[in-house]
């Protein structure tokens, strides 16, 4: 088993669900709900890992909030 995270974000003018693997170069996809974008990211995952000399270069640590003071 192995185990990828996402990050998604919505799309305000289309309303769909974008989301893409950090460090996974060609993983990403979009779908009009959250459990549509799981699965067509499955599906992309699966047949890029089908190319024996893809090289994942990152790992996921996390999300920051980044403040800004206004002025």
């Not at 769909?16 to 709900?33: D, I, K, N, R, W």
């Amino acid at each position: 088993m192995k185990i990828f995270t996402a990050i998604i974000e919505q799309d305000t003018e289309t309303n769909l669900y974008v989301g893409y693997v950090p460090g996974f170069p060609g993983a990403h996809s979009q779908g009009e709900t959250l459990d549509e974008l799981q699965q067509n990211l499955r599906e992309v995952i699966e047949m890029l890992l089908e190319d024996e000399n893809i090289s994942l270069n990152t790992q996921f640590v996390g999300t920051q909030q980044i403040v800004l003071q206004s002025h």
